[in-house]
């Protein structure tokens, strides 16, 4: 099973998301209130983390352990980033969880949000359905 | 071991999150993100002839065992890490809270309003279905997550990333600030 590894990084995501409390709804009510620095940490010392390690495949030009070039996919601009980014941002702070957390908070025992994933599912399905009618 | 149990700081949590990205990158040419498993979902679940679903997900798997290792981390940090302590939030967070009327603040969510006897409220179902609705909705029109974009795609420095990421911390501080003390009161 070639996707088992894949498991495996997803485990240990899920387990810092919880114990860092990301996935508490409290969490983001105080980061969206301005009121801790915990969540701008997290996001922001993430982000430098993975910056430096990109520059450092790229720089060196290390290969995966298959021995392929690394891809990263280059993201086209289109207004779908702002409208859909709007919408996620005001959905964010009802849920208090992003897509990641959902699925922590699931296994986290929080059974209910299993209803709330089911309800992203069908907006990810709602915005298929209606895509070529959105503006982007 | 006492260090496991106790929440873990920022300092620590950040760092461990960013290494996500070089560890998916270098063990299978993967960019970390994760709400394209919910579209996914809907490929192999209700196609329904809809283009945007019409693809192979089967080659795209990997992103769903991504997921169910976040479920099973989840569990395991829960059950045996006590993951699920009282969150400490800054007590002037939690007094304006409890004046909108949020009660409980046992857990990592708020079970006053997360349960599933709130379902069948007009609250709850804002909360638990509503808000999914557009976090789903708006995840897959923006094209992407907190670790889509303001993760994998800004420390690969794609602006489009960016742009999404201010549009993310707007929409939830219009929530946080001017709509959500109404929510919270229904």
Redesign the interface.
Known sequence: MKNIKYLFIGLLFGIVLVKSQVVSWFRIQEMFRLQAFHMYGIIGSAIIVALLFILLIKRFNIKTLSGEQVIIPTKKFNWGNVYGGLIFGLGWAITGACPGPLFAQIGGGFLVIGVTLLSAIAGTWVYGLLRDKLPH | MDF?KQ??????????????????????????G??A???H??AAC?P?N?S??KYNWKNE???L??????????????QY?S??QP?N??P???A??KQQGVKN?NG???SD????K??FTLRGF??????????????????????G?????????????M???????????????F??PY?LQL
Request: charge should be positive; aromatic fraction near 16%; charged fraction near 0%.
């Open positions: 496991l929440p873990w700081p920022w300092y620590v949590a950040g760092p461990l999150i960013g290494l996500v990205v070089p560890a998916l990158l270098l063990v299978g040419n993967k960019t970390f994760i709400s498993s919910l579209r979902i809907c209700l329904a809809i945007f679903f798997s990997w992103n065992f991504f997921a169910a290792g976040i479920i099973l981390g989840g569990f395991i940090a829960t890490l993951g699920n969150v939030i800054n002037q967070t939690m304006l809270l603040f990592l969510l708020p309003i997360f349960s599933f709130q379902l804002v909360f638990i279905v509503v808000g999914g609705f557009m976090v789903g909705f708006g995840t897959r029109y923006a094209g992407g997550c907190t670790s974009h303001a993760i994998m795609g800004i420390s690969s420095l794609q602006w489009p990333s742009v999404a990421t201010c549009c993310f911390m707007i929409g939830g501080f219009v929530m946080t600030w709509i959500l929510l």
